[in-house]
Every structure is written in C-alpha cells, then in structure tokens.
C-alpha cells in the first residue's frame, strides 16, 4: 500500500517517459495485449513480430510506441530496460535476440505456451546464459484478440460454425488462463527482482477440463453443439519442474467477456486448416440428394424447356402477360426498397442524426459559456449551462431509445462508447453551472466589500459554500468517469481535447475544494458581527528578506461587519523611530546587517512567517500601540499581479500612470527620494498607488474583478503573499490551504520502515543593503544518491548569476546571507564555491564562517557570500542524510518536499535521483524522466513542492 502526503498541494501522477521496453514476438496475437499494458505502466515499447502494422493503427502517433519492420541491435533506439521474447517451434530469431539475453543489463523474459516441443532449449536458455533472464510456461490461453491456438479456435468456430469438434477427450485436464490476467503476471515477473534465472508455470487458481470448459460455453451459446473426439493429448504440464503462479479469476465472466468480444468482432473462416478444433461433418440428407439428382437430369417438358430457354438464350422474347408480370415485379421491388430505406431513415438516421445536432449545439452552449465568463456575464453564462444540459439530456435520452435498433446491425459497442460520453457531459456542466452560481455570488460580495456595503454575509457565503460543495462533487464524479470514456474520445478523434479535460480536472477540484475551505473561515475573517484589524507588510522582494522582502512600508486595515471602513499606508521609519527602549537583534542579524537595535522593519529575520508576523503585531503594538488581529505579507510582485489584472493605473499626486511593467521602477525612484530624514516620498507614493488601485477596484466590471481574485489566489500559492491570523481556527484552516508560510513540519500520515521522507528549503537574505535581486537569476541542481546499502547521500548545486549593471544603488554586488534547511540531523560533509577570478577552479570553503544550528526540526546551515555584477558563482554543497533507507522486501515509498523562498523569482530546479540495480522505481509523482538507474526531474521552483517516488526492492 503506498501512502500519498498529507497536503493539498496539487500533484500529477502521469510518467512522462518511462523504461523502454521490446517484444520480439514470433506467435502473435497475446504480445498486442502486452503493449497495452507496457504503455499503461509508462514504457516506451518497441515492437517487432508476426503481428501487422494495422493491429496497431490506434497507437500510431503516439511517441511511446514503435513499430519495426526489421529487427537488429541497431533497429532498437537507446538502451533497453525490459525485454519479452515469444519463440515459435523453429526459435527463428534466436540468434538474432541472443544479444538483449547475454546483457545482464536487460531483464528478459522468455514467453512460452505449452505443448512446447522445445521447452528443454528455453531451459537450457535460462540456465546457460549469463544475463538477467526468467522463463513463463502457460497452458491454453483465452480472452479478447485471441483467435488462434487451442481455445481461440474453439470459441471462434462455436461462433462462427455453432458446431464444432473438439479433439481431446472431455475428462482431460486443462489450465485455461485469461489473456490480460495473464499479461499482468508477465508483467510483474519482470519488474520483480527476485525472479532472476527461473522458470515459471502460470496457471489458474483451479484447473478445468475440457468437458467444464465447453459446459460454460455451452451455458452463453445454448445453440452450439459441441463434441469431443476422445483422443487424449500429451501435454507434459505436471512433469514440469517449475514453480508454480496461481492467478486468480472468474472463469464463468471470463468466458463471457470473450464471447462477447467475438460476437462483435465476428471472425471470418480462416484460410487455413484448423489444428484442434474441427467442424462436425453432418451426413447429407436423402432429400438434398434426390433435389440435386433432379437438377442434374434434362427437363423433357415443353415447359421445362421454356423455362431453361429463357435462363439461357437472350433472343428470346417474353409473352406480354409475363411481361406485365415482371413490370409489376419490378414495381414491387422499387416500392420494398423504398420503404426500407424510409423506414431504414426514419429509424436510424434521423434520431442519430438529431442526437448528433443537438449534442453539437450543447458543446456551442459550453464554448458560448466560456465567452460570456470572459466578458463577466454571469447571467448569460448560467443561461448558456443550462441549455447546454437540457440539450445533452435530450440528445442523451434519444441515444437511449434507439440504442437497440443500432445494435441489430452491428453498432452496439459504437453505441455504449457514445453513451459513456453522457455521464461525463452531465458532470462537466453541472460543475460548471454550480460554480458559475459560487462565482456570481462571490463577485457581489467582492462589490460589497470594496464599495462598504451592507450585506447578509452568512447567508450569502452559506449559499456560495454550498455551491461550491456541489461543483466539486460534480466534478470529482466527471474525473472518476474518464477512464471509461476515453475511447470514445479517441473514436470521434478527439483526443486533444480529451488531454484537456484530463489536466483541467484536477486543478479545478483543487481550486474548488481551497475555495470552499476558505468560504468556512471567511465570516471570522472579515469580521462578521464585529470588528477586526490587521497589520499588512509591504514587503519588497527586490531586497530578499527571510519572509520575502525588505519591509519599507505598512498599513493597517480596519474591517468592520464585513466592510471595508479603514485603510493607511505608513512608512516603517515613522514607526521605528517612536520605539521606546532598547531591543536586543538575533546575533546573525546584528553581524550581517549591522542593526544596533530590533525594529519592525527587520522583524521578519525568521523564515517561518508565523513566527515572524507574531514579531511583528508584537513591535507595531509596542512602537504605536496599535493591536491587530493578524498579519498579511504582500510582496511587490502582488502589487504588479494586480496591475496586470486591473490594466494601468493613473496616480493624479505624482502626474505617474502605473503598471506592471515600470511599477518596480517607479516604486524605487520614490524610495530613494525618501531615505533623507522627515521625507514622507515614498509612504505617500504607496499610499497614492495603494488608494487608486482600490478605487479602480470598486469601479471594476465583474471580469476584471474575477482577475483581481485570481491574482490574489496565484499569489497565495505561489507565496507572494502570505497569511497569519490570530484566532487558531483561521490560522488552521490557512495553514491546510498552505497559505500560512510555515517552515514545515513535514511528515506523511502514517510513518514506517517503508516510509522515507527527505527536506530541502533555501533561503537567502540580502545583506547588501541594495536592489540587486531584482538582477540575480538563480538555477538549482539536487542529486540525491541511494547505495547499495539504503545510504542517502546529497549534493545540492546552486548558481546564482548577476546581471547588475553597475554598483551604482539600486543595482549592485549580491551579498547574500544564504540558510539551507535539510532534515534534521543530516550532516554536511563539504562545501565548495567557485573562482570568478579562474573559472572551472573550486575552492573549500572555510566552515569556520560557516554556522549551524536546529530550528523548526530542521538542521540549518548558513553562510555569507558574494556574487559581483556581471557575473555568475557557483555553490556545491555536499551532506549525508541522518538514517538509510530501509530495504524491505516491500516497496519504499521517498517523499521529498521543496519548499520555495517567499519573494524568490521562480528557479529553474532540477532533481535527479540514483538509485542501485537493485531497486525498481514503481511510480513517481508528479512525473520524471527514468532511465540508467536514475529519475530526472526539471521544473520551475514557484511553489512548495513535493515529490514521492515508489521503489521496490
């Protein structure tokens, strides 16, 4: 059982590549069955053997499939991981395969039926080869796109015949195994590590015989009759030394399923001979004897003889009145096709024709939907999702009546395809009707708040709740129905679309279940029947600090009854400079920036936000005596996230039009006017900015007020902007939305010898006393390293480049305070940093200025260095994790978490995990490149992150 983390961080569970996998295939037919489920498992798979390239035509295109046409070493792109062969009686690509067999490299495995009449060369295989190689015996094979061999012929003539012999004696014993059962087991034998040169007998939990097997058939085919031929055959099955698999199925289902699959895919009389099952040869009747005698003899009659005159001579001439007998003939004729087609029209292409037309006018609907939400026409919208599901129901209910009538000619299984669609229709439009009806009411309360008025706020979020438990409901159901309906996507060709869907689906789920956590706290939020007062931080992240930036500036918002009543906007300074007495700074605070004295400005030198917004009310307090209620974190990137939703806004103070592009610019030209003592340049520009930004939100159109909330809801995911809040209910819930910006205490829900769990978090502070990070650029490399012995050892690589123009202020050198956070007790083993004076040259550096310390459960390294303009530097840091892994025989589960820096720019982070040979990766999540013993992963580092990667050993 594999344990998923305890967290609401959205994670993808789809390999992008996985091993790549090769069936040399010398039978046909049941390796068609291994691709599919080789590709399920995420393998790259090439293919070479009997089968044409049509039996893959629905898989051409993909880029995880290959399809040879001739086979060699070099036919085959890249190393293989896992190799299939499947030998015929002459093991006529023997010497051609011998290749992937000797690799110790390649697991291989040998795929034989029985009777096998080399069986003692595939042994002789397993036991004289030197590569990683197992053997697979089993005896009749049965199920869907089996036609050939000892059971497929069978059901194929009951089928095709309803009469059939089958040659063997009805007592005799068989072990029949059903075709994708079987492909599983093939499956896990190679994957598992401990079936390395040996040999295997897969055969069901019970066996059969022949007279059980043929009853079953006999019970779904009541028509076909079926005879056995009482000669016994040799199949040498209890002699075999092998070990023995049992597989677990329902031979009565089973059977079923199959006959079901023929009867669709009804197979024509084969060209050749039948080997074991031969049609009954029914004696010809007496009276089919004398009707032929009686063709054969000429007719004496003179009647006779006219008849024949007509068949054979073209001279010759009708009678009138036979001519106006086949005139009529004729006639009837014309009208009996007439009216079949009439009916054949009435009864076949009309309803799918008008199931077809106002299926397409629902998508219209949708696509009519998506338009009116751009624009903020809720209404419309509505409107638009409710015609849209009155259309799909009718469209869905007249598929429903005339399904039957398409299934007596042959469309049954196109039929269910299509009637799979409807659920997932239904779904789809009622989530999003459901949250349209959230996001409407959710607009007006947005217009309330910001314009100050009066509004029933528990009923109208007691609505908007259950809206949004219904649109997740709805939705959760359309997710769990898209694996059955794919198919039918792929039969109208819409397979992109399909790929939409399935990505959308799950980040929707997750908005939606954030929102409606959210809604629950969001009375007690907004002080609902009182009063509440918060501190908001404006920090500028183009000064990293360890909350996400430099805290310049403050406000204080007053919310009352759910209203707006209140907002200012100071300088820190004004603040800071009315603190009476004397506050001892953190040591490493005092060293790096200097600061004789603790103020709210530098309050935020803890990385744990709560930690440091409780600091925070505590100076505001103690320097106005001002007490809040809690403490929201905003970054300058909120700020151009709001530009970028609101359009460009105009600041008549300062005759300055603001947007996202010149906001950082314009913020800092002001900045710098303000540092001389008693200016108020820069409290007053924010303030001015801050002030016309929310009158143009009050004026907003419910578009732009939809942008508003969605760069709120971005920047709390991505860290921008952070949330504390006094009351332990809020902080909670904001804590599982993973807005709080906590270091985090990481541990999965349940912890065990199969559970490994790994930490990673940087964090930097700019003790440089400049802008420069809004210059740096940053790449991160982690390679974790797993030996033989279960040891986890690390080397986190970090370059930091800087494209400062100059050192005139605001640009500069980046003298950054770097804090590593690893899991608690791993031990650092070496640090090196480059030369930017002799590149490619690394240097030790000196752990003497180095320190280390435990906080929030975490071991902390930190450390002072300097990255000069117009230049890049290189760190390596190398440690060792405190326990190994433990190497059960089961599955491990590593969970690794990454959290992001608030106000860091978003990273490049690359991961790469090695493993040994003797672990097998089983799933990762979110996704990973996988190949020579090692898991590549490349992504953006804007969001904490977590990793979990499944191992067998």
């Not at 089996?146 to 003539?157: A, R, T, V």
């Not at 109208?492 to 790929?499: A, G, L």
């Not at 689906?505 to 009063?531: A, D, F, H, M, Y």
Request: glycine letters at 6%; charged letters at 25%.
């Amino acid at each position: 059982m594999f344990l998923m983390p305890t967290s609401n961080f959205g994670l993808k569970t789809e390999y992008d590549v996985f091993s790549k996998a090769l069936i040399v295939d010398e039978v046909g037919e049941l390796p068609t069955l291994l691709v599919d489920a080789l590709l399920n498992h995420g393998c790259l798979v090439n293919y070479f053997g009997k089968e044409l390239p049509q039996s893959f035509d629905y898989l051409f295109g993909k880029n995880n499939f290959v399809y040879l046409d001739s086979f060699g070493k070099d036919k085959v792109l890249g190393k293989i991981d896992y190799f299939f062969y499947f030998p015929s009686e002459h093991f006529s690509k023997l010497e051609t395969v011998s290749f992937f067999l000797n690799d110790s490299s390649v697991r291989s495995l040998v795929c034989a039926p029985l009777p096998f009449l080399k069986k003692e060369e595939v042994i002789s295989l397993v036991k004289q080869l030197q590569g990683n190689i197992r053997a697979a015996y089993f005896d009749c094979v049965f199920g869907p796109r089996i036609k050939s061999g000892f059971l497929g012929e069978l059901f194929n003539s009951a089928i095709e015949r309803q009469e059939v012999l089958v040659t063997g004696n009805s007592a005799e014993e068989i072990y029949p195994v059903y075709a994708k059962e079987l492909v599983k087991e093939l499956v896990r034998l190679i994957f598992s590590l401990d079936t390395e040169n040996k040999e295997y007998f897969l055969r069901p939990k019970e066996k059969s015989t022949l007279l059980a097997f043929a009853s079953l058939i006999k019970n779904s085919l009541p028509e076909v009759n079926l005879s056995f031929s009482g000669e016994n055959q040799e199949r040498g099955i209890e002699t075999m030394n092998t070990e023995k698999i049992e597989i677990s199925f329902n031979l009565e289902e089973k059977i079923q399923e199959t006959i079901d699959w023929f009867k669709r895919n009804l197979v024509r009389a084969s060209k050749e001979p039948l080997l074991a099952v031969e049609p009954v040869v029914e004696p010809v009747a007496p009276q089919t004897i004398e009707v032929e005698a009686e063709t054969q003899q000429p007719s004496s009659s003179p009647e006779e003889k006219k008849k024949l005159d007509f068949i054979f001579s073209p001279q010759q001439t009708l009678p009138k009145k036979e001519s106006r007998q086949r005139r009529t003939l004729f006639k009837k004729i014309v009208f009996g096709v007439s009216l079949f087609s009439l009916l054949l029209f009435i009864f076949f292409l009309v309803p799918i024709g008008l199931s077809i037309a106002t299926g397409s006018l629902g998508v219209n609907k949708i696509i009519r939907v998506k338009e009116q939400v751009e624009k903020g026409n809720f209404s419309s919208a509505i409107r638009n999702s409710e015609q849209a599901k009155r259309l799909f129901a009718f469209s869905k209910k007249t598929m429903m009546i005339t399904g039957p009538f398409y299934g007596l000619i042959g469309f049954r299984r196109q039929m269910e395809i299509i009637n799979e669609t409807f659920p997932l229709a239904e779904n789809l439009i009622n989530s999003v009707r459901f949250s349209l009806l959230a996001a409407q009411q959710a607009v007006d309360l947005e217009k309330s708040f910001f314009n100050e008025e009066e509004t029933r706020w528990s009923d109208v979020l007691g609505s908007v709740k259950a809206n949004l438990a219904s649109a997740y409901e709805q939705a959760s159901l359309a997710q769990a129905s898209l694996g059955k309906i794919e198919p039918a996507f792929n039969f109208f060709k819409q397979t992109s679309n399909f790929e939409k869907i399935e990505s959308a689906l799950p980040e929707t789920r997750e908005i939606l279940l954030k929102s409606e956590n959210l809604v629950t706290v969001l009375p007690k939020i907004l002080g609902v029947g009182g009063i509440k007062t918060y501190l908001i931080l404006f920090q500028n992240n183009m000064e990293l600090r360890p909350t996400g930036g430099f805290i310049g500036s403050y406000g204080v918002v007053r919310l009352e009854n759910g209203r707006l009543v209140n907002f200012e906007v100071f300088d820190v300074y004004q603040a800071d400079g009315q603190l009476k007495g004397h506050i001892e700074p953190p040591v490493k605070l005092k060293e790096h920036l200097g600061e004789a004295t603790w103020y709210l400005r530098d309050s935020n030198w803890d990385p744990d936000f709560p930690v440091s917004a409780r600091r925070a009310e505590w100076f505001l307090d103690k320097e106005t005596q001002v007490s809040t209620d809690g403490t929201l974190a905003i970054n300058l990137e909120v700020v151009k996230k709001l530009l970028g939703a609101l359009g460009e806004v105009e600041v008549p103070d300062y005759r300055e039009k603001i947007n996202a592009g010149n906001v950082f610019q314009k913020a800092e030209y002001y900045s710098e006017l303000g540092t001389f003592p008693g200016s108020t340049q820069k409290k007053d520009f924010l303030a001015s900015l801050t002030k016309e930004i929310f009158e143009k939100i009050k004026q907003a159109k419910t578009n732009a007020l939809l942008n508003v909330a969605g760069a709120f809801l971005t920047s709390l995911d991505q860290k921008e902007m952070m949330l504390y809040f006094d009351d332990p209910e809020i902080e909670s819930t904001i804590a599982n939305l993973g807005w709080e910006g906590s270091i985090r205490d990481y541990q999965p829900a349940m912890m065990g010898d199969s559970i490994f769990t790994d930490y990673l978090f940087i964090n930097e502070t700019n003790v440089g006393i400049n802008k420069a990070n809004y210059y740096i650029q940053r790449k991160i490399d982690q390679q974790v390293t797993i030996d033989d012995m279960g040891r986890v050892q690390e080397k986190l690589s970090l370059t930091y480049e800087n494209l400062s123009p100059s050192e005139n202020w605001p640009a500069g050198r980046y003298k950054n305070y770097l804090r590593v956070y690893l899991k608690k007790g791993a031990k650092l083993s070496s640090v090196f940093i480059d030369d930017p004076a002799n590149p490619g040259l690394w240097l030790p550096f000196d752990q003497k200025y180095m320190d280390m310390s435990e906080e929030h459960g975490k071991t902390v390294h930190g450390f002072v260095f300097e990255v000069p303009i117009k230049s890049k530097r290189k760190i390596e840091i190398n440690y060792e994790l405190p326990e190994p892994i433990v190497l059960s025989t089961g599955p491990t589960s590593y969970l690794l978490m990454v959290q992001k820096q608030s106000g860091g720019f978003p990273s490049n982070y690359d991961l790469t995990i090695s493993y040994p040979a003797s672990f097998v990766p089983l799933r990762v999540i979110p996704s990973a490149i996988v190949g020579n013993q090692q898991l590549l992963i490349s992504t953006k580092l804007n969001k904490d992150l977590i990793y979990q990667i499944d191992l067998a050993h």
